[in-house]
């Protein structure tokens, strides 16, 4: 199961180091990670390039092991305040956009992506901020389950535009889509569930992984932009998610009550 651990954080690793690149690469919030600043906010490129510094330095943080809880902490808090300021209040005013929807969700399942990547390493904080913070580690699986069911709604409120991204040379484009609603469902509920959250993360990171290769590779190689990148790296993120919820679950099952 270590290599599971592993793997799940490699791909939130590279999500968030890729995400970072395109902050720089773009000078602007172009992720979802960040929502864009307000146009009354001077220097925005500026401040695009010290959020994917942060980025940067928690993938790094990550792959190295060197202060990992820490600035997994610290980027799950930098995001959800982002969120709670100049996402949350447009949300909330226009909650009939699909839009608004899918990008507070996925600003809210990165804030889970760091929760659960902090609580598979060893604790190494002191500070009382930090200690704080760690209380918000198991809320990492609630975030994915969340977004798993919020994105199977869109699925069926918008079930005509989503049949419209799945490749061509596969048939029955709307029933994929309704079955893929009925899934993201069936594996948000079984994460939730003791005795269904390992055999449900690992068959839910199998069904993301699988929209990566079949789904988010293509369009990302055919379509040249920030939007398809990021959906590509925020799938494998989910992906490694699901496979720390997996581990945890099997860690819980095999330990004495």
């Given at each position: ?111 889970g992506a ?93 069904m993301v ?49």
């Amino acid at each position: 199961m270590k290599e599971f651990a592993l793997i799940g954080q490699l791909f939130i690793a590279l999500a968030l180091f890729v995400f970072g690149i395109q902050h720089f690469a773009y000078l602007n919030f172009v992720t979802r990670a960040f929502p864009p600043l307000p146009l009354w906010i001077p220097a925005s490129g500026v401040f695009a390039c010290i959020f994917g510094a942060l980025l940067c330095l928690t993938s790094l943080a990550i792959v190295s092991r060197y202060k990992t809880r820490v600035f997994t902490l610290l980027l799950a808090s930098a995001i959800f305040i982002m969120f709670a300021i100049f996402l949350l209040p447009s949300l909330l005013v226009n909650l009939k956009n699909g839009f608004l929807w899918t990008n507070s969700g996925k600003a809210l399942v990165l804030v889970g992506a760091n929760l659960l990547v902090a609580g598979s390493v060893a604790g190494e904080t002191s500070n009382s901020l930090l200690k704080f913070l760690e209380r918000f580690i198991p809320l990492g699986k609630y975030l994915l389950a969340g977004f798993f069911i919020l994105a199977a709604i869109l699925h069926f409120i918008y079930a005509e535009f989503v049949a419209t991204l799945i490749p061509a040379w596969i048939p029955a484009h709307l029933f994929w889509t309704y079955f893929a609603a009925i899934a993201l469902i069936a594996g948000a509920i079984g994460m939730l569930v003791p005795k269904t959250a390992k055999l449900a993360a690992a068959l839910s990171a199998l069904m993301v992984f699988l929209w990566v290769i079949l789904l988010h590779i293509p369009r990302a190689w055919t379509i040249h932009d920030a939007n398809e990148t990021t959906s590509l790296f925020e799938a494998l993120a989910m992906c490694g998610m699901a496979l720390l919820i997996m581990v945890k679950a099997a860690e819980s099952r095999n330990t004495p009550q």
